[in-house]
């Protein structure tokens, strides 16, 4: 399994060329499907989601298709999915966002698509590959609204929480001192990274690539 784990998405040089490593092919020849599935629920404007499709355009895919997982039918998400090379998941509400996953049904099918496919978060898109939310259940690190949405179930992609926009002046609560108060009573790795950095991940194989801050908590 191949994912690129993103505090900002498409921020800098370092992150696009970690996704052409991954790809093994030029931008030219990739498409690109994005999940704006998890600002559904965000209020206020949506400029950072504008930005996150402006830096993919700037990339030159093949194709962008938007694939909205809680609009379509099922058939239709899945062939856009399928004909895809790039899975990006978008910012937003972690919460909301999982429990599309779930209700749409692509989270039992998901593992199987990202066989052959690269999966690409964005912020809350990259959370969900974690084991579990409790870190975000217990700590309200952001503004998200949990609601309805109890189920503390992640993807189990990675053995490790994400923690994007580290130091943003937007996220006062995301600073070394707090995260590592967290950390204490949390038994997985932190990652926090800022809007500069990414996770790579490459079959078990885990390297950030940066251009800004981050730092590791247990």
Not at 35 to 60: F, H, Q, R, S, Y
Request: hydrophobic residues 40%.
């Amino acid at each position: 399994m191949k994912l690129l784990l993103t505090s900002g998405g498409f921020t800098n040089k370092s992150i696009a060329n970690s996704l052409l490593k991954l790809t093994q092919r030029p931008f030219k020849r990739l498409k690109l499907a994005f999940i704006p599935t998890a600002a559904n629920v965000e209020e206020g404007g949506k400029d950072w989601l504008i930005d996150d499709l402006v830096n993919c355009k700037k990339l030159g895919f093949k194709e962008i298709d938007i694939v909205d997982i809680s609009a379509l039918p099922k058939e239709m998400w899945l062939k856009k999915l399928k004909d895809a090379d790039i899975l990006m998941f978008g910012g937003g509400n972690t919460f909301h966002l999982m429990y599309w996953l779930k209700k749409s049904g692509l989270i039992k099918i998901l593992r199987s698509l990202l066989k052959t496919k690269v999966f690409v978060g964005i912020s809350a898109g990259s959370m969900i590959t974690a084991d579990n939310f409790n870190l975000s259940m217990s700590q309200k690190l952001y503004y998200e609204d949990i609601g309805k949405y109890k189920d503390n179930q992640g993807l189990g992609y990675v053995n490790f929480h994400i923690r994007p926009h580290f130091n943003s002046p937007d996220f006062p609560k995301l600073r070394t001192k707090n995260l590592a108060k967290i950390a204490k009573n949390m038994p997985e790795p932190i990652y926090a990274i800022d809007d500069q950095s990414a996770i790579k991940f490459d079959n078990g194989q885990i390297s950030v690539v940066s251009e800004g801050k981050w730092k590791k908590f247990n």
